[in-house]
């Protein structure tokens, strides 16, 4: 597919004061902490193309203070803020992607590949409780920690506790409760140490397709159905999360699971469900406002995953008043998906998400699901932005990444927190 950006001109007006300076990117070297980092340092990025989160722009630039963004402007204008200046020609600056799902803790994904490879906040949502980190010159995860399971149930039952200490509940992928005073307590441990989410699992298993049900790896498979949280934790936990400002995010993967998590009041369904789900249901989820964590890619060998998330698109596409939405989520733990951007997971969402046919106003919504969406969702509104105030969290491609997505798996600029980790331009030409 190929969708010509100049057909869709997106026109920005913004007032900038001027002063006048050059410079180019062979100043920066990669992994270089004083060119593009905190204090007074400063440098502006100009490119073909800006994406800032929101608005694609044409022949824009960015102009970085220290560790944050200052603004994104015309070029010739921002140019005289800074003496330092940055010509990538054709090419595309973006904001650094979001993966709201993943499990690079448990699974012990190297961070830093990671973050060269375009993701520069992941969400880890299922694995060993940890403060939020990072942001500067590191990959910055936010941590769920163990998701909270039904004794006997998943994920337990399935990856186990890994070797963790028995005394270290929250060192591992799952921590089970049997009572509401237990899931209480839980809750308020998770958020004291750092969880940025509370994630349940309501998962009886047996779904076809889906990667719980091989045993590849896993050894073999516990009967189905497991053990499920009973509705009344679910609303005990979902109260105090909510108490604490903690969105609840629910493992859904079968009409049962999804049901108890939309009585039980859950915010998110940390994946599109892998068997076909009810319409009843659906329209529920919707009326709810539910956010959905895509994962397509990852579960695509599902038998309902790809109706479902065309259901859920064409159900909000008639319901004005909804706040749901879809975020962009890859999964990056699993063996079958990219440890960084995922391009395929974008092209599924784009043909899956557009019920009335494709224009480039459903590919920017895209883009935004996995930058400004993601970082609204995440309660920082201004992470996955080139914003005034935002992290600068940046990466750059040479060429159109809107006409093809491929090119974000392999980005030519990653920039974390001001701070150089990828830098394939250097071979660009000084000019003082």
Same mark, same amino acid.
């Given at each position: 597919?190929?969708?010509?950006?100049?057909?869709?001109?997106?026109?920005?007006?913004?007032?900038?004061?001027?002063?006048?300076?050059?410079?180019?990117?062979?100043?920066?070297?990669?992994?270089?902490?004083?060119?593009?980092?905190?204090?007074?340092?400063?440098?502006?990025?100009?490119?073909?193309?800006?994406?800032?989160?929101?608005?694609?722009?044409?022949?824009?630039?960015?102009?970085?203070?220290?560790?944050?963004?200052?603004?994104?402007?015309?070029?010739?204008?921002?140019?005289?803020?800074?003496?330092?200046?940055?010509?990538?020609?054709?090419?595309?600056?973006?904001?650094?992607?979001?993966?709201?799902?993943?499990?690079?803790?448990?699974?012990?994904?190297?961070?830093?590949?990671?973050?060269?490879?375009?993701?520069?906040?992941?969400?880890?949502?299922?694995?060993?409780?940890?403060?939020?980190?990072?942001?500067?010159?590191?990959?910055?995860?936010?941590?769920?920690?163990?998701?909270?399971?039904?004794?006997?149930?998943?994920?337990?039952?399935?990856?186990?506790?890994?070797?963790?200490?028995?005394?270290?509940?929250?060192?591992?992928?799952?921590?089970?409760?049997?009572?509401?005073?237990?899931?209480?307590?839980? +809750?308020?441990?998770? %958020?004291?140490?750092?969880? =940025? @989410?509370?994630?349940? &699992?309501?998962?009886? #298993?047996?779904? !076809?397709?889906?990667?719980?049900?091989?045993?590849?790896?896993?050894?073999?498979?516990?009967?189905?159905?497991?053990?499920?949280?009973?509705?009344?934790?679910?609303?005990?936990?979902?109260?105090?999360?909510?108490?604490?400002?903690?969105?609840?995010?629910?493992?859904?993967?079968?009409?049962?699971?999804?049901?108890?998590?939309?009585?039980?009041?859950?915010?998110?369904?940390?994946?599109?469900?892998?068997?076909?789900?009810?319409?009843?249901?659906?329209?529920?989820? +919707?009326?709810?406002? %539910?956010?959905?964590?895509? =994962? @397509?890619?990852?579960? &695509?060998?599902?038998? #309902?995953?790809? !109706?479902?998330?065309?259901?859920?698109?064409?159900?909000?596409?008639?319901?004005?008043?909804?706040?749901?939405?879809?975020?962009?989520?890859?999964?990056?733990?699993?063996?079958?998906?990219?440890?960084?951007?995922?391009?395929?997971?974008?092209?599924?969402?784009?043909?899956?998400?557009?019920?009335?046919?494709?224009?480039?106003?459903?590919?920017?919504?895209?883009?935004?699901?996995?930058?400004?969406?993601?970082?609204?969702?995440?309660?920082?509104?201004?992470?996955?932005?080139?914003?005034?105030?935002?992290?600068?969290?940046?990466?750059?491609?040479?060429?159109?990444?809107?006409?093809?997505?491929?090119?974000?798996?392999?980005?030519?600029?990653?920039?974390?927190?001001?701070?150089?980790?990828?830098?394939?331009?250097?071979?660009?030409?000084?000019?003082?």
């Amino acid at each position: 597919m190929e969708i010509k950006t100049d057909q869709f001109k997106i026109t920005t007006q913004l007032t900038i004061l001027a002063l006048a300076f050059t410079f180019s990117l062979n100043g920066f070297a990669q992994g270089d902490s004083t060119a593009a980092s905190a204090g007074n340092h400063c440098y502006v990025l100009s490119a073909q193309r800006v994406f800032d989160g929101l608005e694609l722009h044409e022949n824009a630039a960015v102009l970085v203070k220290g560790n944050q963004i200052v603004q994104v402007g015309d070029a010739s204008q921002l140019k005289e803020l800074c003496s330092r200046k940055i010509k990538l020609g054709d090419a595309t600056i973006l904001p650094g992607f979001i993966e709201t799902h993943a499990h690079i803790t448990f699974q012990n994904i190297p961070g830093d590949k990671v973050l060269q490879h375009g993701i520069t906040t992941v969400r880890d949502t299922g694995g060993p409780l940890l403060k939020p980190m990072g942001g500067n010159g590191s990959l910055r995860i936010l941590s769920a920690g163990p998701i909270i399971q039904a004794v006997d149930g998943y994920p337990l039952n399935i990856f186990g506790h890994h070797g963790t200490p028995a005394h270290d509940k929250y060192g591992t992928i799952g921590v089970a409760v049997a009572t509401i005073e237990e899931a209480e307590k839980i +809750v308020t441990d998770l %958020v004291a140490g750092g969880s =940025t @989410v509370i994630k349940i &699992s309501l998962e009886p #298993g047996g779904e !076809a397709g889906a990667p719980w049900m091989s045993n590849h790896g896993h050894g073999e498979i516990p009967q189905t159905p497991w053990p499920l949280l009973s509705l009344d934790i679910i609303k005990a936990i979902v109260t105090k999360a909510h108490a604490l400002n903690r969105k609840v995010a629910a493992h859904v993967g079968e009409n049962t699971g999804v049901e108890l998590a939309l009585d039980g009041g859950v915010d998110e369904w940390a994946h599109i469900p892998c068997a076909e789900i009810r319409d009843d249901l659906l329209h529920r989820a +919707v009326e709810q406002d %539910v956010t959905f964590v895509t =994962t @397509v890619d990852t579960l &695509s060998a599902c038998t #309902g995953i790809h !109706a479902n998330t065309h259901k859920l698109a064409h159900i909000m596409s008639h319901n004005t008043s909804t706040k749901s939405k879809f975020i962009y989520g890859s999964e990056i733990g699993h063996d079958n998906v990219p440890w960084g951007i995922n391009a395929e997971e974008m092209v599924l969402m784009l043909n899956l998400t557009s019920p009335n046919g494709i224009d480039f106003g459903d590919v920017l919504r895209v883009f935004r699901s996995a930058t400004s969406e993601a970082g609204k969702h995440l309660n920082n509104p201004l992470l996955g932005t080139l914003m005034k105030h935002a992290p600068a969290d940046i990466i750059a491609v040479r060429g159109n990444p809107f006409e093809r997505f491929k090119l974000l798996e392999y980005p030519d600029l990653v920039i974390s927190g001001g701070r150089i980790i990828v830098n394939d331009f250097k071979k660009n030409k000084i000019r003082n």
